[in-house]
C-alpha cells in the first residue's frame, strides 16, 4: 500500500468505533481525502490532538486505488487556527468554511487553488476580528473556483457594462441586468455592493477585511450568494445559520 505525504487542514472528523475516527482532509496535492485515524479514541494516542477540525497539519497515509477510505499513518501539526481559547464566531465561521470545502471540493482531485483559498481567509479571520465580509468573500470565491458564479460584468440582454453600476441578478439561470433590463426584478446588487465585488476579485482576504464594511452592500451580496449556494447544493448548510447568529451578535 502506498504511503503519501501532504500539508492538509482538517475539515471534520466522526466516530467510526469505539477507538477509531474518520477524519476528512483537504490537501493541496490530494483534494480532499477520507481516511480512517485508527485508536485516536484512546487516552494515549499521540496524533488526536493534531486531528482536531480547523488544524493545519502535514500527513502522512496509506492509499490504495479503488478504496474509499485511506488510513492515516501520521500527522504533524503545523498551526491551529482556533488555538487555546477560540471564541464562538470563529468556531463558526472555520466550520462554515469546511462544510462549503466538505461539499465542493472532489475526492482524491487536486485543487491547489480551493486549498489556497480556504488557507488565506483562515489567516485572515485568525488575524482580524471576523466579519460578514470574510464570510463573503469566501463564498463568492468558492463559486468562482468552482464555475458556479454567472458573469455580472455586462447586462445579460442589452450587454452594457454593469458591474461599476449595480445589476439585478437571477440566480436560477445566471443572468446579471442592468437596471432598465430588469424592471426591477430579482436580487438587486447596488453600487456600493458591486465595487465590493470588484475588490473581491482584486485583493487577498486579509486586505479586503481592511475595507470599510457596510451592512448594506454585505447583505445584498449575501442574498445572492446564499440562493446561488442553495441553488447548487439542494440544501441549507447548518454551519451558516450558527454563524449568521453569533455574527448578528456582535
Not at 500527513?59 to 498551526?79: D, Y
Amino acid at each position: 500500500m502506498p504511503l503519501y505525504e501532504a500539508d492538509a487542514v482538517v475539515l471534520r472528523q466522526y466516530s467510526l468505533s469505539d477507538a477509531d475516527r474518520i477524519i476528512i482532509f483537504i490537501t493541496r496535492e490530494f483534494g480532499k481525502i477520507r481516511a480512517t485515524a485508527q485508536g485516536i479514541k484512546k487516552p494515549k494516542s499521540r496524533i488526536a490532538g493534531s486531528l482536531e477540525p480547523s488544524n493545519r497539519i502535514r500527513l502522512q497515509f496509506w492509499a490504495r486505488e479503488g478504496k474509499e477510505l485511506s488510513q492515516v499513518r501520521q500527522a504533524e501539526l503545523i498551526h491551529s487556527y482556533l488555538g487555546k481559547t477560540p471564541t464562538l464566531v470563529k468556531v463558526y465561521a472555520f466550520a462554515y468554511f469546511s462544510e462549503l470545502a466538505n461539499e465542493f471540493i472532489q475526492d482524491n482531485q487536486p485543487n491547489p487553488a480551493f486549498y489556497r483559498l480556504l488557507l488565506s481567509c483562515m489567516d485572515a479571520g485568525e488575524h482580524h476580528a471576523l466579519s460578514f465580509s470574510l464570510i463573503r468573500y469566501f463564498e463568492i470565491w468558492t463559486l468562482k473556483l468552482s464555475g458556479l458564479l454567472p458573469n455580472y460584468d455586462y447586462c445579460s440582454d442589452c450587454g452594457k457594462c454593469v458591474k461599476g453600476i449595480g445589476f439585478f441578478a437571477w440566480p436560477e439561470s445566471g443572468k446579471v441586468k442592468c437596471a432598465a433590463c430588469a424592471e426591477k426584478g430579482g436580487v438587486h446588487i447596488g453600487a456600493s455592493a458591486a465595487a465590493d465585488l470588484e475588490a473581491m476579485m482584486r485583493v487577498s482576504p486579509d486586505k479586503y477585511m481592511l475595507r470599510p464594511q457596510k451592512r448594506d452592500a454585505d447583505s445584498e451580496i449575501e442574498q445572492w450568494t446564499q440562493r446561488l449556494l442553495h441553488l447548487h447544493l439542494e440544501k441549507k448548510l447548518k454551519s451558516y445559520g450558527l454563524l449568521r447568529e453569533a455574527l448578528h451578535g456582535l
